[in-house]
């Protein structure tokens, strides 16, 4: 792992044993890319690698020059208007009303380790040995600003990350329009764009089109990352597959308004872009004041797509996730959503509890309806105190006696939300974002707590905070149900309106930072109508989130397989939930139902008392099964084997680290007649160990044979011997081991 400066040639080298990245310092002192994607040798020039010449139609940086033009130049963070016509990377509004700039290189620092970023969610390490970072400034002298562009790679990833931050040190203000995290340009478009999109219960769907001239995006304005789109995309080369070729991945750490585009020119230069999306973004900088702009996470891959997921679960794993819970086994929890809504009382919830315990179960979870007035989701929002009529002992009296049952006590929150029929709105009616004069839409019957003011953030953290000091908690579930609309702040004057998308998420994680440091042993989940906010920047905060609102077993199929692309499945919330299923009405077999489940966070969202002594029994196995493979399953390798989206099945394992055990995965989703015989090819064994399968010590099999002949299906192995909506568990262990 190096970053060595080229003095001669202007020239940076940031590479590790994996990957390469080659930055110039271009003619008129701007910064150009030279190369991106797989380790190549170090020499003391690229610039064989610079391309220019004359083009019809062209403008040109210097006078008398017919070579060097911005618009045919591959930048590492362009400007428009000084003859680059594609989009920019950035747009500062000066007080002529110019928005035409000109940062040219002033310094560079290179440094061990990486810096932690203001206020903000990043990736980090535990020594400096672990990443080189390169941090170049580049300077306007006419609008006295600063650039300073971050890179960090790491030692044993093939991630590179990059950041921006703006620097305004004249007298004047200037206003930031634009302000992406990177910018990368590539030599050709010869790639299909990858990308998760959705709606609320078909969250993070893989979806794939072939770049062509123009702008492809995927965004959000909805104040959160969303259902709709991942702030994720991936280039792949048309010939990649799940275990071969080259595919870029880039992901933002980021919860709020997103764009993420790729625009290829008329000469099949694409210039890939993610960070905050300039509508609804408008920040003012006076005198010394600066703006930090979040993290993307870019990982080279030339071993697929499964290559590129590996890296980012490994890295999101074990150094974005953070805290006492990153590396510990999730409890298996219950949750009474599916099974009481707002309709319980202690009785009911002491019932479901106690089976609970009985089958093994670690912890209970109490969701909505709890607190205030919370009878439905019309009242009570925002009165984050116990409703003694549900639950004459209080939270305090409640958490005891499950944890007398020798379980745990979980609790659910929507911090950032309050329904008019509350006593919080009643006292502040001006706390909730709205704008003057206009109608406030309302969704849930809810709306949403100005969390750019920090009168407010601090309410809801004093009334959280006071429950969790008094109560035995050892979970928290943090939901958010609905976006933003019309977004404004009544306490912010004109010119600061664009800044409350950006802030309210900043408020957020103020949030987060405060009850994570107050309650470092208390395990978060963060929920957002299900999948509505599950991206990087939350996972810093919550190790876990619930993947999706959607528990029918199918549906998670593809949902946990889309999510997988970018996030570990650690993270992945995922329960057995009662049928026919709430959201497609679907019935499956309760084996199913936990197969799929399994990898995740595992637990139940049912109530037990109402399953026949057979299927107890099931759970009860089930929980065994989890609490002997949850450890392999939380930290080993995944692989996706077969997709749901292109066939009628679907397949994943996961491999431990050493090779000596994993677990297979394989899902029938609709039966075909008198169908042929198949396999199941695995991945990432060991070519020459020996396995034996579900505890059949008497036949075994080499890792080679496992991998390239495959594993043969039969219907004996499937529950209910394989018909629709049937699965089976391979469970492969090392012989002698």
């Known amino acids: 792992m190096a970053i060595i400066f080229n003095e001669k040639s202007r020239e940076f080298h940031i590479y590790n044993e994996q990957i390469s990245y080659i930055i110039k310092i271009l003619d008129n002192n701007q910064l150009g890319n030279l190369y991106y994607g797989k380790r190549i040798h170090q020499r003391e020039s690229f610039s064989y690698l610079f391309e220019g010449g004359m083009r019809a139609s062209t403008s040109y940086v210097f006078e008398g020059d017919t070579y060097f033009s911005m618009q045919h130049t591959k930048q590492e963070y362009p400007s428009y208007g000084t003859t680059d016509f594609r989009y920019p990377a950035f747009e500062i509004k000066q007080k002529n009303g110019s928005k035409i700039t000109n940062f040219e290189f002033e310094n560079f620092n290179i440094f061990k380790g990486k810096k932690k970023l203001e206020n903000l969610p990043a990736t980090y390490v535990e020594n400096e040995k672990e990443a080189n970072t390169l941090e170049i400034t580049l300077y306007d002298k006419v609008i006295k600003t600063r650039l300073l562009l971050s890179y960090t790679i790491f030692e044993d990833f093939p991630i590179i990350t990059r950041s921006t931050k703006f620097i305004y040190e004249g007298k004047e203000k200037v206003i930031l329009t634009k302000a992406m995290s990177c910018n990368i340009d590539l030599p050709d478009y010869d790639y299909e764009m990858v990308h998760l999109s959705g709606a609320w219960s078909r969250e993070r769907h893989v979806k794939n089109k072939k770049l062509e001239q123009g702008i492809q995006s995927i965004y959000s304005l909805r104040g959160a990352s969303s259902s709709e789109h991942n702030p994720f995309i991936a280039l792949k080369r048309p010939s990649t597959t799940e275990f071969e070729g080259e595919v870029y991945g880039f992901s933002l750490v980021y919860s709020g308004n997103f764009l993420a585009e790729v625009l290829v020119d008329t000469h099949d230069t694409s210039r890939v872009m993610l960070g905050i999306h300039p509508i609804m973004f408008e920040w003012v900088l006076n005198k010394n004041e600066s703006f930090q702009t979040p993290e993307v996470v870019m990982v080279y891959s030339d071993k697929g797509m499964n290559g590129m997921s590996q890296v980012y679960h490994k890295l999101y794993r074990t150094r974005l996730a953070r805290g006492y819970w990153r590396d510990k086994i999730r409890p298996i929890l219950i949750n009474n959503w599916e ?219 593809k949902i946990q397989y889309g999510t997988s692309y970018v996030y570990p499945i650690s993270c992945m919330g995922a329960h057995v939930s009662e049928v026919p299923n709430q959201q497609v009405f679907r019935t499956t077999p309760l084996e199913t139902r936990a197969n799929v489940a399994y990898f995740g966070a595992f637990g139940y969202e049912l109530d037990l008392n109402h399953l026949s002594e057979e299927e107890r029994a099931i759970v009860k196995k089930q929980v065994k099964f989890m609490k002997e493979n949850r450890e392999l399953i939380q930290k080993g390798t995944f692989y996706r084997l077969i997709s749901p989206f292109e066939n009628k099945l679907n397949s994943w394992m996961v491999v431990s680290e050493d090779k000596s055990e994993a677990i297979v995965g394989y899902y029938k989703i609709l039966n075909t007649a008198n169908e042929g015989f198949k396999r199941i090819k695995l991945q990432g064994l060991d070519e020459n160990k020996k396995y034996y399968i579900n505890d059949n010590k008497e036949e075994s099999f080499f890792g080679d044979e496992l991998m390239f002949a495959g594993i043969p299906v039969r219907s004996e192995d499937f529950c209910e011997h394989g018909g629709d909506f049937t699965s089976v568990i391979y469970h492969l262990n090392e012989i002698n081991k």
């Open 339 to 557: 099974a009481t809504m707002f309709d319980f009382d202690e009785e009911i919830i002491l019932n479901i509890a106690k089976t609970a315990s009985e089958l093994g179960i670690e912890l209970f979870v109490l969701d909505d309806g709890w607190f205030g007035s919370r009878n439905n989701d019309k009242a009570g929002l925002g009165d984050w105190y116990v409703n003694t009529k549900k639950l004459p002992d209080g939270i305090v009296g409640l958490s005891k006696k499950i944890e007398n049952m020798g379980m745990k006590f979980g609790l659910w929150f929507e911090p950032e939300m309050v329904n008019k029929d509350s006593d919080l709105y009643r006292a502040h009616p001006d706390w909730i974002i709205h704008t003057p004069n206009r109608t406030t839409s309302h969704s849930r019957n809810q709306y949403v707590l100005d969390f750019t003011r920090k009168e407010v953030v601090n309410y809801i953290y004093e009334a959280m905070s006071k429950i969790l000091r008094e109560a035995s908690i050892s979970y928290v579930k943090w939901d958010m149900n609905r976006y933003i609309t019309e977004c404004y702040s009544v306490v912010r004057t004109e010119e600061d309106q664009g800044r409350v998308m950006h802030e309210y998420i900043l408020g957020v994680y103020s949030l987060y930072e405060k009850l994570t440091s107050e309650f470092p042993y208390i395990l978060f989940e963060s929920c957002a109508s299900g999948g509505a906010r599950f991206d990087p920047g939350i996972l810093y905060y919550a190790p876990q989130g619930w993947t999706s609102d959607n528990t029918d077993a199918v549906e998670r199929m």
